[in-house]
């Protein structure tokens, strides 16, 4: 179940597209030598394409992308491909993931962020030829751990005030 204790409103596109631009401005902050910040713009777009897949999908997921290689200045295409394989398998797997708590989500979000990475370095080491070492994959690990978080902050704007009233059905 999404959320057991409220009932949530539609989201609003522009809070979608709020936080997706939200996302890429904090991966701009200046903390990219430290390999344990997670990719907070693959976070979004995993969790949009959880609870929103018609809304946001592999299209929003691939401009993502570019926006980020052009950011980035790597090979362009490098993050589109990643973040689009990313939306799909997020999407593929929305309708499971949902039944759980964001806890237990996070251990469903695990392995789409680690094959996310694995593409990266795959494709990293195809054109530069080195290995970025297994601390590269810090990133997941800690992006699991605030997994909760992300979706309490991505969930908030659509819950609805507990004020109950015995007139109401709902």
Request: with cysteine.
């Amino acid at each position: 179940m999404i959320d057991r204790d409220h009932i949530l409103l539609p989201v609003n596109p522009a809070f979608i597209g709020f936080s997706l631009v939200a996302a890429f401005f904090m991966n701009l902050f200046p903390w990219g030598g430290w390999g344990w910040v997670p990719d907070f713009v693959a976070l979004t777009l995993i969790f949009w394409s959880i609870y929103q897949p018609r809304k946001v999908g592999i299209g929003i997921a691939f401009l993502m992308g570019l926006v980020m290689d052009v950011h980035s200045a790597s090979l362009l295409g490098e993050n589109a491909l990643a973040y689009t394989l990313l939306s799909y398998f997020a999407i593929t797997i929305h309708r499971r993931v949902l039944w759980f708590r964001p806890s237990v989500q996070a251990l469903h979000v695990l392995p789409l962020l680690v094959v996310m990475q694995i593409v990266q370095m795959l494709i990293q080491l195809a054109v530069t030829g080195k290995f970025p070492g297994w601390l590269y994959f810090a990133q997941s690990i800690v992006a699991t751990i605030i997994w909760p978080v992300v979706c309490w902050l991505l969930l908030a704007p659509q819950r609805r005030a507990v004020d109950r009233d015995e007139t109401r059905p709902i």
